[in-house]
Structure formats: structure tokens, C-alpha cells
């Protein structure tokens, strides 16, 4: 495995929906708890995933979800300006959902590969390196 990785909110619902390739996602989490590679989240697609929750789940499972986040070994990382204007920048040229421009924004910022299954990540190109789900 490589050093850095970003998370998608993709690959983080198939850890708590165990979904299959949710099995891989645990293996980040292990090896970055081990201290073996850095993993990072940005706090958009925090927001994506809390959104989310508490739309098909609730309030409560909505705070749950950020809560079990936090507890995990994963950085999370604040929307400064200059990933903003490259997610802007990003969702200027490509049809990609604006929560998904700041998770590669993200990746080229700390030259981090995105684990994620979602199929836009393909739109990027070569913009983005993705450990595919």
C-alpha cells in the first residue's frame, strides 16, 4: 500500500453497510491504525455522508455516524480556500457532484489516492489516482 489515501463517502458507507467492498475499506482502516499508511476525509464529505444518514436514517444515526467517524484513524481535513477553489476549479470542467470535486481536490492536495467505488471518479481521468472498491 501506498502512504496516503483520501476516502470517498462512498467507501466509508460500504464500511458501516458492510458491503462487500467494505471488507476493503477495513483494511485501510487496519493498516492505518497500525500507523502504515495516513488516511484523510474531507470534511464535505463528512457533511455528504451525515446529510445522508439523517435523510433515509434519522437525526440520531446521522449523529452516530460522524461519532464512529471520529473514533476511527482518519484525519479529517477542513474545506481552507485553496481546496475550494481547486474542487471549483474541478467542478468547472467536469460533471461531477461538488461533494465528490472536493474529495479529489483533496487527493491532489496531499497526492493521495481516493478509495472509492462511484463510477464519476472515472470523469476525472488522469486528474486523480483512484484505489478502486
Given at each position: 500500500?501506498?502512504?496516503?489515501?483520501?476516502?470517498?463517502s462512498y467507501?466509508l458507507?460500504a464500511?458501516?453497510?458492510?458491503?462487500?467492498?467494505?471488507e476493503k475499506?477495513?483494511?485501510?482502516l487496519?493498516?492505518?491504525?497500525?500507523?502504515?499508511?495516513?488516511?484523510?476525509?474531507?470534511?464535505?464529505?463528512?457533511?455528504?455522508?451525515?446529510?445522508?444518514?439523517?435523510r433515509?436514517?434519522?437525526?440520531?444515526?446521522?449523529?452516530?455516524?460522524?461519532?464512529?467517524?471520529?473514533?476511527?484513524?482518519?484525519?479529517?481535513v477542513?474545506?481552507?480556500?485553496?481546496?475550494t477553489l481547486?474542487?471549483?476549479?474541478?467542478k468547472?470542467?467536469?460533471?461531477?457532484?461538488?461533494?465528490?470535486?472536493?474529495?479529489?481536490?483533496l487527493?491532489?492536495?496531499?497526492?493521495?489516492k481516493?478509495?472509492?467505488?462511484?463510477p464519476?471518479f472515472?470523469?476525472?481521468?488522469?486528474?486523480?489516482?483512484?484505489?478502486?472498491?
Open positions: 500500500m501506498d502512504n496516503s489515501y483520501v476516502l470517498d467507501a458507507i464500511h458501516f453497510e458492510d458491503e462487500t467492498s467494505g475499506v477495513r483494511k485501510f487496519k493498516a492505518a491504525q497500525a500507523g502504515k499508511i495516513k488516511l484523510y476525509l474531507s470534511v464535505i464529505n463528512l457533511g455528504e455522508i451525515y446529510y445522508n444518514t439523517h433515509e436514517r434519522g437525526s440520531k444515526k446521522a449523529d452516530e455516524a460522524v461519532f464512529m467517524i471520529e473514533q476511527l484513524p482518519i484525519t479529517i477542513n474545506a481552507d480556500m485553496e481546496i481547486e474542487a471549483a476549479g474541478l468547472s470542467i467536469h460533471p461531477v457532484s461538488y461533494a465528490d470535486c472536493f474529495t479529489a481536490a487527493g491532489i492536495k496531499k497526492k493521495a481516493i478509495i472509492t467505488g462511484d464519476e472515472k470523469l476525472f481521468g488522469d486528474k486523480v489516482n483512484v484505489e478502486w472498491l
